[in-house]
């Protein structure tokens, strides 16, 4: 007797094993990582999604949640997850000078003001770990003049005896020990802020290292009082005060350290949006731009499509696949790659257009020369999608309707505009309302095509042709210094507006419907 469909999809087949397995092995692999950089909320999630995985998988009556748990996880992961992060951290200073947390701050200003003490000794430095694995923790072997070696860990020095280890005969330097592993160069410059934070308590100081093989006698020149939440310069005996995620002079001349942490802002990104100028007017002015950028490039590239798709359409028109190919190659290339040549076309001394018609205009050069480029870049891109949506919906055009306007006296034009085009729109409506969403967002023919100049006169953040994914880019990755904080809160403030069009813009869709449909 065969078993049921149900009762041999619910058997425990090898595959699910292995695949449970694998889910299995990969938290055993990153959760002790995760628990020796404190990561507890990664070690949660490892936990929590090995545990489903193999509830569900693993449990003869869940064959339906086999096919959805995957799918679920990935959106929470890559969906979900970077929207939350994204809005959260728009609450926040986040950004250039504010990128750690309080104590990592504290550790790092302290570690940078460590200065070597004159005429102190120094130490041929090998830094070496327990296993191959840097990313745990690691220690110091120090050789002086003299020739002994001495391991440093956060806790002191421990001498070590010439049998336990081998050193180089010219500099003394250690390059095995028993029972460590010996980084090598690059591993030790792959530890990076590690390194530079990890100093060896002394007598007579802390020893840090001074780049790959050497290390100093130093003194911190910053204390930090963990009861007064302040931060003393020994050589200036300025006091600093925790305030606002920065550490501010006491002494009110307005002075900050420059490293500081991460901490609430509340809504600030969002009012200086409004409030400040220096925000406000770049921001409003790419704002327009950017809506008539998308409406601009939906309406042209819609046009254009549709005209080409009702000239193919037409009964007398011959050769149809080829004009129809040749249309299509646009849409072949790769988007970045003919971004590029129209860039170059567009060069002023060597550009094809020049050429072609005898000028020299500075297509890129002043605002509205450059806009119109941009435009025609992505007319030339965006218009074989919108021919390949028309021609479709042309087909789907009922033709009785058509012969019964003719029967009646209908002209061309209005049997278009009174059958045909209604039945466009409200198949095209929906992906009209997608292309305005991409093209409100489309950074790579602005980062490709201009980059977003021309810049106005004393800014240097938007350019005139800048839309604001591009402008956000800038704010968060420029050259002025990050500012994710508010990067993040535009980015926010974008969301929300393309979901406000995007929803007034289907409910012109039913409407449409709704008048058809009559």
């Not at 799918?71 to 504010?98: C, E, K, M, R, S």
């Not at 798709?309 to 004009?323: E, F």
């Not at 919108?386 to 309707?401: I, K, R």
């Not at 012969?403 to 085009?421: H, I, K, L, N």
Request: hydrophobic share 45%.
């Amino acid at each position: 007797m065969t078993a049921a469909p149900y009762e041999r999809a619910a058997r425990l087949s090898w595959p699910r094993v292995v695949f449970v397995g694998l889910v299995a092995a990969f938290a055993v692999l990153t959760i002790p990582t995760l628990v020796d950089k404190h990561s507890w909320t990664g070690v949660a999630i490892s936990v929590a999604v090995t545990a489903i995985l193999a509830y569900f998988y693993l449990t003869p009556k869940r064959i339906a949640a086999r096919f959805l748990v995957p799918g679920t996880i990935l959106l929470l992961a890559f969906q979900v997850y970077p929207v939350a992060y994204t809005i959260t951290t728009a609450f926040t200073d986040y950004g250039d000078g504010h990128r750690l947390s309080q104590s990592q701050a504290v550790a790092q200003i302290e570690a940078d003001s460590v200065l070597e003490q004159p005429g102190a000794q120094r130490y041929e430095l090998s830094v070496a770990t327990k296993t191959t694995d840097t990313s745990g923790a690691f220690v110091f072997f120090l050789t002086d003049p003299n020739g002994k070696v001495e391991r440093g860990d956060a806790s002191g020095l421990t001498p070590v005896p010439d049998s336990q280890v081998t050193k180089d005969q010219f500099t003394g330097k250690v390059t095995t020990a028993a029972g460590w592993h010996i980084l090598t160069g690059i591993q030790v410059n792959g530890l990076g802020q590690r390194l530079s934070t990890f100093a060896v308590p002394t007598s007579g100081g802390f020893i840090k290292s001074v780049g790959l093989s050497e290390a100093y006698i130093g003194q911190f020149t910053m204390k930090y009082d963990a009861a007064a939440h302040t931060m003393a310069d020994t050589r200036t005996n300025t006091v600093y005060k925790a305030s606002g995620g920065e550490f501010k002079a006491a002494d009110g001349s307005g002075k900050t350290l420059p490293i500081g942490w991460k901490v609430g802002v509340g809504f600030k990104n969002f009012t200086s949006v409004l409030t400040d100028a220096a925000i406000r007017g770049p921001f409003l002015r790419v704002l327009i731009w950017t809506i008539a950028f998308a409406v601009l490039s939906v309406l042209t590239t819609f046009a254009l499509g549709l005209l080409l798709a009702v000239v193919m359409d037409h009964p007398r028109m011959r050769g149809r696949k080829l004009y129809s190919s040749l249309l299509l190659l646009p849409y072949a290339m790769p988007a970045f790659i003919s971004t590029l040549v129209w860039a170059s076309m567009y060069n002023k001394d060597f550009g094809l257009l020049n050429k072609m018609f005898g000028t020299h205009i500075d297509w890129l050069g002043s605002p509205w020369s450059a806009r119109g480029s941009v435009l025609l870049t992505n007319l030339w891109l965006g218009f074989p999608y919108m021919f390949l949506v028309c021609a479709g919906l042309l087909q789907a055009v009922p033709q009785e309707l058509k012969e019964v306007a003719r029967v009646d006296g209908a002209s061309p034009f209005r049997v278009f505009r009174s059958v045909t085009m209604p039945t466009v729109l409200v198949g095209a409506m929906p992906l009209l309302i997608a292309s305005f969403g991409y093209n409100f967002n489309n950074f790579n023919v602005i980062r490709l095509l201009t980059d977003g100049a021309p810049y106005p006169s004393g800014s240097s953040t938007a350019g005139d042709t800048d839309i604001l994914i591009s402008y956000t880019y800038r704010l968060a990755f420029g050259s002025q210094g990050a500012q994710y904080g508010l990067a993040s809160a535009i980015s926010f403030l974008l969301f929300v507006l393309v979901g406000l069009i995007s929803y007034a813009g289907f409910r012109q869709t039913r409407q449409l419907e709704e008048v058809y449909a009559r």
